[in-house]
């Protein structure tokens, strides 16, 4: 037991603290443990974020007020790329290569997901222009060599002098939930060492703009998902062309677009992974034994939990504002939070946030700490994120009444943006599909 020397220095206290203390809870809670030789604060077990994680998500929050959520509106209305916001997400150091692998460097898993947050609680559209990135960043760890990572993430980025971005292409038109059914192929030539690649993809975020695209291709279609291999295609290759822009419902000013690759070729260096790792997988797949590494699949694992703390950064949003605006406005005499039927909304509403940050913030925790997803909590993360962000942006719309329904009130917007969070990265079917199989053992269909 720690004697009086050993305690540690007492906490600040929070407002809420501050009160239970007023009404004698506290020490009522400390007489108690004390009873059981067990000192506040003594758990080994903490949901307190570090120091230098607050920081880091003061910062992100700084920019995200300051010139993400100012700029929201105009870009949503442009639907244009936001390249001089990205710009400054760079120039500050938020944007690049270095920023996302010291995210990515925190043992806790922690930091990547907390800036996203802020981020999207800025604004969707311009959160994915400035992310949507690092689903090409996932793709090329998820599958590549230490030398192509090396090679080819920093070019994802460019430098803050000359941003650029990257693209990952795993839909296709006939097949986006369905994996197994891409039909975009690549062939090699052996005596070339080079790959030639010929399809169609879709929806790709950053399609035909980015820098670097990272493409899934059928290198044997008979082995459906388990013949796919992911490709590095460098900038300004030949015969890989922007098709069609998509017009979007939300997330506006994030560029989707179709990606036509036609007889593009590409040298054996691009194959991430390499060839080697790939035959042996492909050898595996077609004696029937488990073989790991389905590329496109486990580049959406790596990434679901960041993904759902988009969808939390949007629902915060939201809630706020709702929760501000409850606050001033009268009807029937009253402020409008003074009903119950408002107020109930609002704490459900903020019960749902918090409750969806606990499951990303363990998936993301159990990701980095090399855990097993036995029960698929990096799906239920997304799953739960997504759905609670499309549910709370709509409360916060109820809860504006008319002037919520109006595009001069953001969160018209938000609701917009959040739906995307329940289709892309796996729609919540698919979460819901794999979270059953996974619990159950049972292919479920
Ligand atoms: C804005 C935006 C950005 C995107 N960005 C990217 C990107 O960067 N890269 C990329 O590769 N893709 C991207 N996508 C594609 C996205 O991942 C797909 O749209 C998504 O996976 C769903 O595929 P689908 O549209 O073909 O729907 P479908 O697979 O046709 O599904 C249609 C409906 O059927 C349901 N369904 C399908 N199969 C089952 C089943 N077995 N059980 C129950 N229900 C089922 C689905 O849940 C859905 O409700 C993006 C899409 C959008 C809209």
């Known amino acids: 037991m720690a004697t009086a020397e050993s305690k540690p220095a007492e906490p600040e206290k929070t407002e809420g603290q501050a009160k239970q203390q007023e009404n004698g809870e506290v020490d009522a809670a400390a007489d108690a443990t004390a009873q059981l030789g067990i000192e506040v604060g003594d758990s080994p077990f903490s949901l307190e974020l570090s120091q230098d994680q607050k920081d880091i998500r003061e910062w992100a929050h700084g920019f995200a007020e300051q010139v993400v959520r100012p700029a929201a509106h105009e870009w949503d209305e442009k639907e244009e790329f936001p390249w001089p916001i990205v710009q400054e997400a760079a120039k500050i150091g938020l944007y690049g290569f270095e920023s996302v692998a010291q995210f990515w460097a925190d043992p806790s898993g922690l930091t990547f997901p907390l800036v996203n947050e802020e981020l999207f609680w800025g604004d969707a559209g311009i959160g994915m222009s400035i992310f949507g990135t690092t689903l090409a960043v996932a ?32 839909s296709e038109p006939d097949a986006g939930s369905d994996v197994s059914g891409y039909r975009t192929t690549a062939k090699y030539d052996e005596a070339k060492d080079e790959w030639t690649i010929n399809g169609q993809k879709a929806w790709a975020t950053n399609g035909g703009i980015a820098n ?31 098709g069609t822009k ?199 269909q």
């Open 212 to 242: 670097v695209h990272v493409v899934i291709a059928s290198v044997d279609r008979e082995l459906g998902s388990r013949g796919h291999a992911a490709f590095v295609i460098p900038p300004g290759t030949k015969g890989l062309e922007q």
């Open 139 to 170: 793709g090329i760890y998820g599958s590549g060599t230490p030398e192509q990572m090396v090679e080819w993430v920093p070019q994802c980025f460019g430098t803050a002098d000359d941003v650029k971005v990257g693209a990952f292409c795993a």
């Open 246 to 444: 998509v017009k979007k419902h939300g997330i506006r000013a994030s560029h989707t677009a179709d990606v036509h690759l036609d007889d593009v070729k590409v040298p054996g260096s691009c194959l991430l992974g390499g060839k080697e790792k790939l035959d042996e997988r492909l050898a595996k797949a077609r004696e029937g034994r488990s073989a790991k590494g389905q590329a496109a699949m486990r580049t959406f694992e790596l990434s679901r939990p960041t993904v759902g703390a988009q969808a939390v950064g949007i629902a915060r949003a939201a809630y706020e504002y709702a929760l501000d605006y409850a606050k001033e406005r009268e009807a029937f005499g009253r402020k409008i939070i003074e009903n119950q039927a408002i107020a109930f909304a609002l704490a459900d509403m903020k019960m749902e946030i918090d409750a969806a940050r606990l499951l990303v913030h363990r998936a993301a925790w159990m990701g980095r700490a090399g855990k097993d997803f036995n029960n698929a909590e990096g799906s239920m993360s997304k799953l739960k994120a997504g759905e609670v962000a499309v549910w709370v942006t709509e409360r916060a719309i109820q809860i504006l009444g008319g002037n919520g329904y109006s595009r001069e009130f953001p969160v018209e917007r938000m609701h917009r943006d959040a739906k995307i969070w329940t289709i892309f990265e796996g729609t919540s079917e698919i979460q819901r599909l794999v979270i059953s199989r996974a619990i159950s053992g049972v292919h479920i």
